[in-house]
């Protein structure tokens, strides 16, 4: 089990650029998150998908922010056009159902400039 | 309004000594917590988890206690060791499979 595999592992980016973020789940975990961790607030939910439908999305700060899920083993965090204050570490998290925690991958740590 | 509070941003522990992270939550009707440690550069690991039905849960060197009365929920870590030096996140279960994440506290244990 190869884990919650995101790409890259680091993005700099200039500021007004599109940034794609790439998540790829443990097969068989039917949801996946998005989390971004900043100094001020901490792990901070973007979006929740389950079985590839998006619950909740209340997280997504602005509409720069778009997520998909177009299949059980692929999701893209999408910003558009990115800000400086858009920087952080970017986690992807897989669960396989409410009480078992999750699984993280490492991370994407952007930085805009 | 954080639903989940860390109110130590830091802790420094001598090698042996027992480490006690302290985790404050708002809503009494949450009835899952669960902490993570985050190493440098890696994403958060499961550490350990407890069910509002207890009051405590232990694994090895590492223990949950909850008090529900006070809405509040620790970590032992004892004896602590060099490699438990981390970013420690307590976390709840919020509404289905979600889960609110605390501001972490860093913990650092000195040999």
């Known amino acids: 089990d190869a884990g919650v595999i995101q790409s890259p592992r680091h993005e700099v980016t200039e500021m007004g650029q599109e940034v794609t973020l790439r998540c790829k789940p443990i097969s068989g975990h039917n949801s996946l998150f998005w989390y971004r961790q900043t100094m001020m607030r901490g792990l901070e939910l973007l979006i929740y998908?389950?079985?590839?439908?998006?619950?909740?999305d209340s997280g997504m700060p602005e509409d720069r922010f778009s997520a998909k899920m177009p299949n059980a083993s692929f999701s893209t965090l999408k910003i558009q056009p990115s800000e400086p204050r858009d920087s952080a570490v970017y986690f992807c998290?897989?669960?396989?159902?409410?009480?078992?925690?999750?699984?993280f991958g490492s991370g994407t740590r952007l930085t805009v400039v | 309004d954080q639903q989940v509070k860390q109110n130590s941003p830091s802790l420094s522990v001598q090698e042996g000594r027992i480490s006690i992270l302290n985790c404050d939550y708002t809503n009494s009707m949450f009835d899952y917590f669960l902490w993570y440690k985050k190493y440098p550069a890696e994403g958060p690991t499961f550490l350990i988890s407890?069910?509002?039905?207890?009051d405590k849960n232990e694994d090895g060197r590492f223990t949950v206690f909850l008090n529900k009365s006070a809405k509040h929920l620790s970590l032992h870590i004892v004896p602590s060791q060099p490699g438990d030096s981390a970013v420690y996140f307590c976390?709840?279960?919020?509404?289905?499979?979600?889960?609110?994440f605390g501001g972490g506290t860093r913990l650092m244990v000195k040999p």
């Open positions: 976390a709840v279960n919020n509404a289905g499979n979600m889960l609110t």
């Open positions: 998908f389950n079985n590839n439908v998006p619950i909740d």
């Open positions: 998290a897989s669960s396989p159902g409410e009480n078992y925690g999750y699984t």
């Open positions: 407890i069910s509002s039905i207890k």
